[in-house]
């Protein structure tokens, strides 16, 4: 009777590994075959219509986490358009208006995120401060220093109010810059990063690595940017809406500046960027459906400082 009992736990106790083992391989199953949805994001143009922009983080998945963290916080909530460029391009997503800036880690990052998370936390610390942020003569050097800092003060949140007011960029994912993966082509359509080029004073690296929020929509096929530009998405909705804010009057075209052209000025009294519309169409808001994924944050790195180097030169 003993041995029939041990005998017929066994045979249960099997069952029930196999019944375990046959859920868990159906699990991995659905996973695998589950047909989860790329992004969307939808941009909400004044005066002008939506446009829906399938995005594909298989492709570029730095590029899609930092758009969707941005776009999801309301970074582009107000920015414009302030490059349109028929047969082209259009180009927008400038903080603050200003197409020579960077996004700030504050726009993807809350302060009590980063003051609760070690490892975040020092790599902000050594990646933007170079080991040492300082405040009130008082230099923080590690993260135990901070927590320090923050258990014996309530007002711990002002030493730390400018950590994250520093720009970052992102590396790009391109070919040219070893990311052979993303192959997609600059056609009609395609979303694409903004990024700087040092190639002529000899820093090419560090203008593949200087995308942060700008983005532009092709109007045309271009493959002389395959491979150069991190591509990260298509228009799947609104191509009509891209090609009439492309066609919008600027104040002059690139192609109408030689040696006796008078380049036009704001009001501040600086020139004013060829191809910039006389009204730059405003981007109300850029939303992204993910469909319950979660893209993360993107990783970051520091901004190079072009202007640092020739600092103290004369000529």
Given at each position: ?315
């Amino acid at each position: 009777m003993e041995k029939t009992v041990i005998r017929v736990l066994l045979i249960l106790g099997i069952i029930l590994v196999l019944a375990g083992t046959a859920y868990a391989v159906y699990g991995i199953y659905l996973k695998l075959t589950l047909d989860i949805p790329n992004p969307v994001a939808t941009i909400e143009v004044e005066d002008y219509g939506t446009i829906k922009v399938e995005l594909y983080p298989d492709k570029a998945p730095n590029t899609v986490a930092n758009f969707i963290r941005l776009a999801n916080r309301g970074f582009y909530n107000g920015t414009t358009f302030h490059r349109t460029m028929p047969n082209f391009v259009i180009q927008g997503g400038a903080r603050n208006g200003d197409a020579a800036s960077s996004p700030l880690i504050s726009d993807i990052y809350d302060l009590d995120e980063v003051l609760n998370d070690r490892d975040l936390f020092e790599s902000i610390l050594d990646e933007y401060y170079d080991g040492s942020y300082s405040y009130n003569n008082t230099s923080i050097t590690s993260y135990s220093q901070a927590k320090k800092l923050m258990k014996d003060s309530e007002d711990y949140r002002s030493i730390f109010e400018d950590f994250l007011d520093v720009e970052y960029n992102i590396t790009g994912e391109f070919i040219a810059n070893g990311y052979d993966t993303n192959n997609i082509k600059h056609e009609i359509g395609v979303i694409s990063m903004a990024r700087s080029d040092y190639s002529s004073w000899g820093y090419i690296e560090e203008g593949y690595n200087s995308a942060g929020c700008q983005f532009f929509i092709m109007t045309e096929d271009n493959t002389q940017l395959d491979g150069l530009y991190a591509a990260f998405g298509k228009v799947i909705e609104g191509l009509e809406v891209v090609e009439e804010i492309s066609k919008v009057e600027v104040y002059y075209r690139d192609t109408e500046v030689d040696s006796d052209y008078e380049v036009p000025k704001d009001e501040d009294g600086n020139e004013i960027a060829s191809d910039t519309p006389k009204e730059q169409p405003v981007i109300t808001s850029i939303t992204v459906e993910t469909y319950g994924i979660d893209y993360g944050a993107p990783s970051i790195i520091a901004t190079f400082d072009l202007n640092s180097l020739f600092s103290g030169l004369t000529f």
